[in-house]
């Protein structure tokens, strides 16, 4: 995974993200593949995750 500086806070942001619009409820969400998705994701070094309410 390739990360870059996230401003003057020092912390390193996966250029990559995770959006996060479809876990949680919605329409035909699978909650048992949404987590081995987000799993997935974290095992890949994903450290951004997009959890703006849509």
């Not at 003057?8 to 942001?13: F, I, L, P």
């Amino acid at each position: 995974m390739n990360y870059r500086l996230f401003g003057r806070t020092g912390w390193k942001v996966s250029e990559i993200g995770y959006g996060m619009w479809g876990i949680g409820g919605w329409t035909e969400s699978d909650d048992i593949l949404s987590a081995k998705s987000l799993d997935l994701a974290v095992e890949h070094g994903v450290n951004f995750f997009d959890t703006a309410w849509g």
